[in-house]
Each structure stands twice: as structure tokens, then as C-alpha cells.
């Protein structure tokens, strides 16, 4: 019982019966169904027995009212007559075998003139006015009726019969004993029904605990498939449900046998799309790397003719000037192929201390260079911060963020970069923030931004030349260091945010030592790159 309680509310808060756990269900409508039984089979035996003990009552009131009516005619008016009994009782009421409690009164003319109630000393009881008036209009059919006489006697059970001389003879007999029974009838009920609903919750609750334990083991296989990671890499989908619960004779069996099934064909399908992905990065890596000498070679006979392009004709050597254009755009997408399916082949990085600062220094450098239309702003912190990873895969992660701002953005955008430490302090972090003014990314761009050749040219400036692989080898370079990348745009701002944990060993070099780095331009205010580049 407080096992289903505890289930069913978290906080304190009360949960839809929906929302319960399938043994909570169970056993709710177990023990819902026992109750109901029993509230029907106790309901039913208090009926029942207060009918049969009403039933008993009323004949003993008539034998009683019989009684009182023999005396009431008898002749000599010894104990019956017309006389009183005392207290203004009616003598009849004095007949031997008239038992404790009876009522006994007389009307005439419809006034009450004699009524009394034996006591356990076999002496009458006055009855007060209240009581008389509710005994002056029962109607006086021979017909048992219950009446209320009030705190003093309680309920009883009453008759009335007219006499030849017109006179009327009501008796009671009460009903504090059936109410008696009846109570304590029902208070067993109830006692005996409560002990069985917690004797039936508690074995209940074992009993469906027992059956719904090949349903449990079904579930826990599910869970650990729903851990594995099946979007990329070789999965070795060996989970499968027990035997034992895939007897298909039973409802948990075809469950299990069924998700065996299902684990069966998307281990064949995985296996398959692995195969699959090999073979296509297998094919890029070895394009890419084929492509590479034939396209060195046609940019470097394209340059040979520098020197000899004035002698030749307009056309020619603008030909010339746009094929080793292209060879160069061609090479630097070949390299991005070949870096992405390095990454996916899960080559091992080179690991080293990284000094974050410093390479941040060099690549906004590098940015403002290339991008003098644009306003470029450096933070750094006062001490420099350092990851354990690969230097120059790090530095194409800042150079793919800055060259993405540049060629996305108009003139005169302002392009910011900062780093600052982040984490908790037991796992320290390094975080890189890129972020501009401009126009921002659509909406429904954004869920595929780090997707691989996904262009967003025609959205966030007029420029070209976009291969969409830049963002992509950020996602992969980042996964390979075991950081995050995340990114937040709207109209008039847009930032990536690159999360990498921190190396053990920090940096800490003299700033006299590396002034001629630029390191004495760092500092822990916003200022433009061209102040480092003149550094």
C-alpha cells in the first residue's frame, strides 16, 4: 500500500492514473475490485439482518400488542382494566411477558390520556408530551411504524389498534437493540474488509511483481539498446531478450520474441550502412588523395605562364587566370574532403598542450588580414589558457569560425572573439566564443548548420564561394577533442560558442619572454586585432 502511494505521487503532487506504472495499475484495480466487492457483500449482509431483526421486532410487537389488548378487555380490571399503573401509565402495560423497554398508551378520542415505558425494575416510565403528541397521529391500521420519541427513549417501533369502545392501544417496542446488532455487524464488516484489502494489496503486490518480471527484463534490453549510439561508427547490436521470455505461447513472450525480431533486422541494417559509409569514405579519402598531385600540378603549369601572360591575348590569359582560380578553390575543397574523412575514419589525433590565447592571437591576425572591411575585437583573459589536443586542428577550428563571419557578413561588420574559463571546478573548461552583428542565420537553416554542405550564401550575404564544409569540420574537430559546439543566431547577432575541456598543465609563461609574439598585447579588455598585427 505505501509502495503505491510513493509511486503514484512525486512532490507531493498527484499523477494521472494514465501516468502510473503498469503494476500500479494492477494493483490499484485489484484492490478497487476487492473493495468494491466487499463494500457490495457488506452493504447486502447489513441490509439483510436489519430486515430480519425489523421483521423479528415486529413480531414480537404484535404478540405484544396482543398482550395488551387481552388485558385491556379483561373483565376484572385486575392487571388490566381501565386503570393506571402509576405515573399515568395504562395498566395493561403491566401484563405478565411484556418485556423491558415496551411502550404501552391509550387514546380516547384521539387524546392521549394514559402512556408509560417499562423500565429493567418492571415500573413504568412517563412519557412526556413531545412523545404523546407523535403517539396521538399514528394511525391506528394494526400496521408497525418507526417513530422517533426523542433523546430520552430513542427509536422504536410502534402499533396502534382501535377496541370495540373506540378507544385506541398503541405499543412500542425499541429499536436500539437491531440498530445494536446492526452497527456491530457493519463495523465487522468494514474491520474484516480493511485486513483483507491489505493482505490482498500486499500478496497482490508480490504476486504481480512475479509476473511482470519477464516483462521487466524485456524493458531493461530495450534500455540498453536505447544506450548504445547507432548514428555513426560499427555497432555491435549483441543485445537480444532472453529465451526464456520469448515463449510466443504467452503475451510478454511475443513481445520479446518480437523485439528480438526487430533487434535482428536493424542489426542487419546497421551493419549494412557501415559497410555502406566505408565504402563512400574510403572512395573520398582515396579521391581526395588522388586529386591532390593532378591538381598541384595543373596550378603549378598555371603559374609557370605569369611571366608570359602579358604576350598573350586578353582571353588567354584570363582563361588562365580563372583555371588557377579554381585549382585553388578545388584544392582547398579536396583538402576539406580529405580532413573530414581523416576525422570519420577516427584517426588519432596529435595530442600536445594547445596555448589557446596565443593561437587566438594568430588566427584573429591572420582574419583581420584578409578581411580589412570588416572590425575585428580580441578578448583574452590576463593568464593564458591551454587545451590537450592538436595544434593545428584547433587552429583550422578558429580560422573555419573567423572565415565564416568574414565571407557571411557585410562591410564594416564587427566580428568579436573572447575566451574565458568555464566549468565546474572539477571539470574545468575553455570556452571560445565567435559572434558578429550581422543579418544573422535563417531559422531554417540553423538546424543544419554543422551539417556538411550546407550553404547559407544566398541568405546571409551576396558573397559566393562558400563550399559549406567549413562549420562541418568544426563540429568533427571539436567531437574528436571531446568538446562541444553550439550556436544561437537572430537579426543582429550571431555566436558560436566552442566548449573544450581544459588541460592539467597551464601555460604560465613570463610576459617578458614572449613579447615578441604579441603576448604583451593580451589583456582582459576588448581591443581591435590590427593593434596586435602592429605589435
Given at each position: 500500500m505505501t509502495t503505491t502511494g510513493t509511486t503514484n505521487a512525486t512532490n507531493g503532487r498527484w499523477r494521472h492514473p494514465r501516468s502510473w506504472s503498469l503494476r500500479t495499475r494492477l494493483l490499484a484495480a485489484l484492490l478497487a475490485l476487492l473493495a468494491a466487492v466487499s463494500l457490495i457483500i457488506g452493504l447486502v449482509s447489513v441490509f439483510a439482518l436489519n430486515q430480519f431483526l425489523l421483521g423479528r421486532l415486529d413480531d414480537q410487537l404484535v404478540a405484544a400488542g396482543v398482550r395488551s389488548q387481552g388485558a385491556d378487555r379483561s373483565p376484572d380490571g385486575g392487571a388490566g382494566g381501565h386503570g393506571s399503573g402509576g405515573h399515568g401509565g395504562p395498566d395493561f402495560l403491566l401484563t405478565p411477558g411484556q418485556a423491558e423497554g415496551t411502550l404501552g398508551a391509550r387514546l380516547v378520542n384521539g387524546t392521549v390520556e394514559q402512556a408509560g415505558v417499562l423500565d429493567r425494575r418492571g415500573a413504568q416510565v412517563a412519557v412526556g408530551s413531545h412523545e404523546r403528541s407523535l403517539l396521538a397521529a399514528l394511525p391506528a391500521d394494526g400496521r408497525a411504524r418507526t417513530r422517533d420519541l426523542g433523546d430520552k427513549f430513542g427509536d422504536y417501533r410502534l402499533i396502534a389498534s382501535q377496541e370495540s369502545d373506540g378507544d385506541v392501544i398503541v405499543t412500542g417496542l425499541p429499536l436500539a437493540g437491531v440498530h445494536a446488532t446492526v452497527y456491530r455487524l457493519a463495523a465487522v464488516a468494514g474491520l474484516v474488509a480493511l485486513a483483507g484489502l491489505i493482505i490482498a494489496g500486499l500478496v497482490?503486490?508480490?504476486?504481480?511483481?512475479?509476473?511482470?518480471?519477464?516483462?521487466?527484463?524485456?524493458?531493461?534490453?530495450?534500455?540498453?539498446?536505447?544506450?548504445?549510439?547507432?548514428?555513426?561508427?560499427?555497432?555491435?547490436?549483441?543485445?537480444?531478450?532472453?529465451?526464456?521470455?520469448?515463449?510466443?505461447?504467452?503475451?510478454?513472450?511475443?513481445?520479446?520474441?518480437?523485439?528480438?525480431?526487430?533487434?535482428?533486422?536493424?542489426?542487419?541494417?546497421?551493419?549494412?550502412?557501415?559497410?555502406?559509409?566505408?565504402?563512400?569514405?574510403?572512395?573520398?579519402?582515396?579521391?581526395?588523395?588522388?586529386?591532390?598531385?593532378?591538381?598541384?600540378?595543373?596550378?603549378?603549369?598555371?603559374?609557370?605562364?605569369?611571366?608570359?601572360?602579358?604576350?598573350?591575348?586578353?582571353?588567354?590569359?584570363?582563361?588562365?587566370?580563372?583555371?588557377?582560380?579554381?585549382?585553388?578553390?578545388?584544392?582547398?575543397?579536396?583538402?576539406?574532403?580529405?580532413?573530414?574523412?581523416r576525422l570519420d575514419s577516427g584517426r588519432p589525433l596529435e595530442t600536445a598542450d594547445v596555448d589557446v590565447s596565443r593561437l587566438l592571437v594568430d588566427a584573429v591576425s591572420d582574419a583581420q588580414a584578409a578581411g580589412r572591411d570588416h572590425s575585428w575585437q580580441l578578448d583574452l583573459p590576463e593568464e593564458p589558457l591551454s587545451v590537450s589536443g592538436d595544434a593545428a586542428a584547433l587552429h583550422r577550428v578558429v580560422d573555419n569560425l573567423l572565415t565564416n563571419a568574414r565571407i557571411h557578413t557585410p562591410p564594416a561588420t564587427t566580428i568579436s572573439v573572447s575566451l574565458h574559463s568555464g566549468g565546474d571546478p572539477a571539470a574545468p573548461t575553455v570556452q571560445l566564443r565567435v559572434s558578429d552583428n550581422g543579418p544573422g542565420i535563417p531559422a531554417e537553416l540553423q538546424p543544419e548548420v554543422f551539417e556538411r554542405f550546407t550553404r547559407g550564401d544566398t541568405s546571409r550575404s551576396r558573397a559566393a564561394g562558400s563550399s559549406g564544409l567549413g562549420l562541418a569540420i568544426v563540429a568533427a574537430i571539436v567531437g574528436a577533442h571531446h568538446g562541444t559546439v553550439v550556436m544561437a543566431s537572430q537579426p543582429g547577432r550571431t555566436e558560436f560558442t566552442v566548449e573544450l575541456p581544459r588541460s592539467d598543465e597551464q601555460i604560465a609563461e613570463p610576459p617578458d619572454q614572449v613579447s615578441a609574439s604579441g603576448y604583451e598585447q593580451l589583456a582582459p579588455v576588448t581591443e581591435d586585432a590590427s593593434a596586435i598585427i602592429e605589435a
Open positions: 497482490g503486490a508480490a504476486i504481480i511483481r512475479l509476473a511482470l518480471q519477464p516483462l521487466r527484463r524485456v524493458a531493461a534490453t530495450a534500455r540498453r539498446v536505447s544506450e548504445l549510439s547507432l548514428d555513426r561508427g560499427e555497432v555491435a547490436l549483441g543485445v537480444r531478450v532472453p529465451e526464456e521470455d520469448t515463449d510466443p505461447r504467452t503475451e510478454v513472450g511475443q513481445v520479446g520474441s518480437a523485439l528480438n525480431q526487430m533487434l535482428g533486422h536493424v542489426s542487419s541494417a546497421l551493419s549494412a550502412r557501415q559497410a555502406s559509409e566505408m565504402r563512400v569514405r574510403r572512395f573520398v579519402a582515396d579521391a581526395s588523395h588522388e586529386l591532390r598531385t593532378p591538381l598541384s600540378a595543373i596550378r603549378g603549369y598555371a603559374e609557370l605562364t605569369r611571366p608570359k601572360r602579358d604576350e598573350l591575348p586578353a582571353d588567354v590569359d584570363h582563361a588562365l587566370s580563372r583555371i588557377e582560380s579554381q585549382t585553388v578553390r578545388m584544392s582547398g575543397l579536396v583538402a576539406d574532403l580529405l580532413q573530414l574523412a
